[in-house]
């Protein structure tokens, strides 16, 4: 295992900006797991809502509930007919299914990377160490995030990504991150007078 020295870098925060950005992807990766995460879930509870409207409306055996024949309640059905038949004709045009699909894909993709970097910032966390492994696992992700940036929805709902970015925080505190530059201020540094006494 080959650990990368920080002079290779032509100065010490170039080093840190480099472990920054794999940080930074990690919270990224993590955000689109979760955005896409939760469209997918909308995405298959309207699906089943639309299919289950379908199902009802035109099913015979509701359609012959006596309820329906008298009073008001043959405009009711009336109603209801006549709108599961505007939602059957809207159905291809709604492409529900197309949009359950994307969602899944961004989801998988996403969580793959996810998982990837977070090995990557695990082995760092722990190790203390910044790798030519650990890089070449990093590029490949980045490289997978590039491809999944061209497929994803032009503007994301800013309701749900504020909520994304709030569980973000609190899943990965930017404190609970290893920065190389202040580990070694802080080994490097004049002891303290308790320390010089004790």
């Known amino acids: 295992m080959t650990s990368i020295d920080p002079k290779r870098f032509r100065n010490q925060e170039l080093f840190r900006a480099q ?3 794999i940080y930074d992807s990690y919270r990224t990766a993590l955000f689109k797991r979760k955005y896409y995460g939760y469209r997918l879930i909308t995405s298959q509870q309207w699906n089943l809502a639309y299919e289950c409207v379908l199902a009802l409306g035109s099913s015979s055996v509701i359609a012959g509930w006596a309820i329906w024949k008298i009073g008001f309640g043959e405009y009711v059905w009336a109603i209801i007919a006549g709108l599961v038949a505007v939602l059957a004709i809207l159905k291809p045009f709604l492409q529900l299914s197309k949009s359950i699909e994307q969602h899944s894909q961004s989801y998988v993709g996403w969580s793959a990377i996810y998982l990837d970097i ?5 082995d760092i966390q722990t190790k203390r160490i910044f790798t030519e492994e ?35 925080k609190k899943d990965i505190p ?25």
């Open 134 to 168: 650990m890089l070449k696992l990093f590029s490949a992700a980045e490289g997978r995030i590039k491809k999944l940036d061209l497929s994803e929805e032009p503007k994301l709902i800013e309701g749900l990504k504020q909520r994304c970015v709030e569980e973000v």
């Open 118 to 122: 977070r090995e990557v910032v695990l």
């Open 174 to 198: 930017s404190e609970s991150l290893w920065d190389p530059i202040a580990s070694r201020l802080e080994r490097t540094s004049p002891d303290t007078e308790e320390e010089k006494h004790a």
């Open 19 to 21: 472990i920054v950005r």
